[in-house]
């Protein structure tokens, strides 16, 4: 039986973890991307982002001072037993928001829409998100955190069928020329694609895509991983860079997540993971013990599982009597 203190205290250390040390796999992609930046600008920015993480790591301080928005992605074995049941996990998933808010500590970035009250932890009415999904045969939780930065590095168009690929191509360009120029959500970015769904999965497609997946990941179907590639070379070829700057270095990679859609749409959401790409994920096992990562693995092949294990019997079969 798992605990709620253990899941309090692996929650609590996820959000430390995802403050100040930036995942490897994007630390790789924006090494990547300097050494193939010429722009000058560009190269100053990613040197210096290189040596801020450095210094974030080596202090045990936020990577940035924009905490975003701390969330919570919660995938669950379906054989896990733990203590208090989903209300327990979910108080002990706010508690632990509040005690790394204090002790990192963390810009208390969460306030009411209105009133602007701010509790000071992070916490507050539907914050932070949780978003959950589950495993069949494991017996363990994990809980992944993402601050999520860029406030303004998202948006959304319902395309139609017909538009095809190239309408997909335009609406990536349109974005990321919109975001680069306003500086609205420090490039480069790990940019994610929800395609499909309803307006509302489409969106939390598009940002599980950038969230959850490591750089390099490709999606299992050979015609979208094609696509991801395409797209990542297009966003590096529009001449902005890093924040903006003239230079070849907006994406560190492209992710799509598609969802089965309404046979009259094609909606598609991007959103852009920042230069701050936080995130670490903590598995807790049925005995307590814990290990953490950075890479999610969020997307299983459970998850993208296509249609039901029943077939229609025939005709005759279901008449009854
Ligand atoms: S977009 Fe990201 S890197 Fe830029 S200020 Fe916000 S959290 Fe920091």
Redesign the pocket.
Known sequence: MITNSQIERAAYDVMCKAAIDIPEDYLDGIKERAAAETGPLCCFVLQSMIDNYEAATTDRRPM?A?T?LPRYYVKVGNDARFDGGFVGLERALRSATARATQDVPLRPNRVHPLWRTDHDNNVGINAPEIEWSFEPDVDWIEITTVHK??LFGTDYRMLFPADGIDGIKRFFLDTLIAFGKRGL??QPAIVGIGLGGSKDICMVLGKQAACLRAVGDRNPDPEIAKLEMELKELGNSIGMGAMGFVGSSMVVDCHIEVGFTHTGGMPMSVHCF???SRRATARIHADGSTELRSDPQWFTPYMRRETVEWQPQAASSNKSG
């Open positions: 940035c924009d975003g930065g860029g959500a420090c920042c230069l701050s």
